[in-house]
């Protein structure tokens, strides 16, 4: 029988207990780009959540908002978790839910809030999708994990991914000539196979830190079997240096709409 492979070795720091994640828009011909980002702060006496609008979704002409969140000059606060990213979460109490999060490279006891992040939020009915912010090691770099794209899309990509190994670094490729992204960036073994792209929401990133001439490694992390959807073959970790004045994703589209009062 098949089976998944992972390889757990980068902490995060201590994030205060702040944790954030983005909300993200696939647009009908397949980019996909923020919309809005979801805090939550953990403190002694519990939970809360704010949601708001980053100004990247002021520029998709058919975004009307996500369900139950439609203002996009609002600022929304809550204690519980705002729907439309619980009913995301995969309950506990269901028999597959160990097979779940061990497909997501993560154990059963992990936060629900983490396997929300990692699980990316994927669903084939909806154009909603989530992932996290980067976050800083306590080597001081900055690491983000990320399952590569568009697999089903790529001649050869599935069976290449059959051959990667838990620790495999993947060598980045620009691809200019991609008709969905033009700063779109693959993912290749060491033997030039393709194995996917990095997600659009980090290519930006990844194009600033090459800019700054920081050295960029991804990895294999975590391994699923053929048997798993394609947007979850295969987990990769990117680590590069945390540089001094360096804030990921705080480029103008990342930017509220609406300012907190408090």
């Not at 160990?98 to 809030?113: H, M, N, W």
């Not at 001649?155 to 993947?170: P, S």
């Not at 792209?197 to 699923?224: G, K, Q, T, W």
């Not at 990921?248 to 589209?253: A, I, K, Q, Y």
Request: glycine share 8%; hydrophobic share 35%; proline share 7%.
């Amino acid at each position: 029988m098949s089976v998944s492979h992972s390889l757990r070795t980068v902490k995060p720091m201590s994030d205060n207990g702040e944790r954030r994640l983005y909300a993200t828009w696939r647009n009908p011909d397949g980019l996909i780009r923020p919309v809005g980002v979801l805090t939550r702060q953990t403190a002694l006496g519990g939970e809360s959540y704010r949601f708001v609008y980053l100004k990247a979704a002021e520029g998709f002409d058919d975004f009307q908002g996500i369900p139950g969140l439609d203002d996009l000059h609002r600022v929304y606060e809550s204690d519980r978790l705002f729907a439309v990213f619980r009913n995301r979460q995969m309950p506990r109490r269901r028999p597959d839910y160990a097979d779940y999060v061990q497909r997501l490279g993560l154990d059963v006891d992990t936060d629900p809030f983490e396997v929300l992040i990692r699980s990316e939020g994927w669903r084939a009915t909806d154009r909603l999708e989530v992932f996290g912010h980067p976050q800083r090691t306590s080597e001081g770099e900055l690491t983000a994990r990320f399952f590569a794209r568009g697999i089903r899309y790529i001649d050869g990509a599935a069976q290449a991914v059959n051959d990667v190994r838990v620790g495999d670094v993947l060598e980045l490729e620009d691809e200019p000539g991609n008709q969905v992204n033009s700063r779109a960036i693959l993912l290749n073994t060491r033997t030039g196979a393709p194995v996917g792209y990095v997600p659009d929401c980090l290519v930006d990133m990844v194009h600033e830190l090459r800019s700054l001439d920081a050295a960029i490694e991804v990895m294999a992390e975590h391994v699923n079997p053929a048997t798993a959807p394609p947007h979850m073959r295969l987990l990769c970790r990117l680590l590069a240096p945390w540089l001094d004045g360096y804030e990921p994703l705080s480029g103008p589209e990342y930017q509220p709409i609406a300012q907190p009062t408090t």
